[in-house]
């Protein structure tokens, strides 16, 4: 693969600009991460759960991020409801299938999402996406498991059959709209020794959604922007603590010249 060209820092220059409305409803872990990985973006969450407003909601916004990792049927049903106000509006609806293939109940709820409206990005680490795409292997939790086989052909293979766009989070990205594949190289251990990342990305990939209509190019942009400013983060951290509060820090600070520089993108 060779490197490619896309303007990551174009598309944060226009989040900041245009400051979305992100509709989430999302893992009640990782719930104030998320909101406030989107208001350091410059972006404005909202994290309506109700499903009395879930779909009213969706109406005002830019985009909707789902996220099953604190999931029950009653929120499920919220989703749905959010999902379809959401696709008939015509804004994107990302779906991070978190814990997919630890529990029968996690992937069943899984489908019903999937089927019950349409949806334009899934997310998830290798393991979750292996298992929404029918391979039969089981999380450990939420955190991913060892995946036989091609994942980057698995992964454009699920794109291809859902007509969406497919990210597999870890420590090479893979973003696929089942015919352009990228992979994303930035980014640093230490994103994956503190909980909520992985939720943080899918709000992330929301937010730059919500200003770009191709949404592989959206999805690479948000993570190599989180990603970057990760790496950034590391170089001030004397723990997981501190790593934490520079990270939001460093996305807040992010310039469209250090990402532009750090990038690494191949296609």
């Excluded at 086989?149 to 973003?175: F, N, P, Q, S, Y």
């Excluded at 592989?216 to 990760?230: N, T, Y």
Aim: glycine letters at 8%; charged letters at 25%; one cysteine or more.
């Amino acid at each position: 693969m060779k490197k490619a060209t896309l303007n990551s820092a174009q598309l944060l220059a226009r989040v900041r600009a245009q400051k979305p409305v992100v509709h989430h409803l999302t893992n009640w872990v990782t719930i104030y991460d998320c909101a406030n990985v989107v208001k350091t973006l410059g972006a404005s969450p909202v994290m309506a759960h109700a499903p009395e407003e879930a779909a009213d909601m969706a109406r005002i916004a830019s985009s909707l991020v789902l996220n099953i990792g604190t999931l029950t049927t009653d929120f499920v049903e919220a989703m749905k409801l959010a999902a379809k106000s959401a696709n008939k509006k015509g804004i994107p609806v990302v779906l991070d299938v978190c814990g997919a293939g630890a529990t029968a109940f996690r992937d069943r709820k899984c489908a019903e999402l999937l089927s019950g409206a349409r949806i334009d990005i899934i997310k998830g680490n290798a393991s979750e996406v292996a298992r929404i795409a029918g391979v039969d292997v089981h999380t450990k939790g939420v955190d991913s498991a060892a995946v036989s086989g091609d994942l980057r052909a698995m992964a454009r293979e699920l794109a291809a059959r859902r007509g969406c766009t497919v990210v597999v989070t870890g420590k090479e990205d893979i973003v696929t709209d089942g015919k352009r594949e990228y992979l994303v190289r930035n980014g640093h251990a230490l994103m994956g020794s503190i909980v909520g990342t992985g939720c943080m990305a899918a709000s992330v990939i929301g937010t730059f959604a919500a200003v770009e209509k191709d949404l592989a190019a959206a999805s690479v942009a948000g993570l190599v922007c989180f990603e970057v400013a990760g790496e950034l983060a590391a170089r001030k951290a004397r723990g997981t603590g501190s790593f934490k509060e520079a990270l939001f820090d460093e996305l807040y600070r992010l310039s469209a010249g250090t990402v532009t520089r750090r990038q690494k993108v191949y296609s």
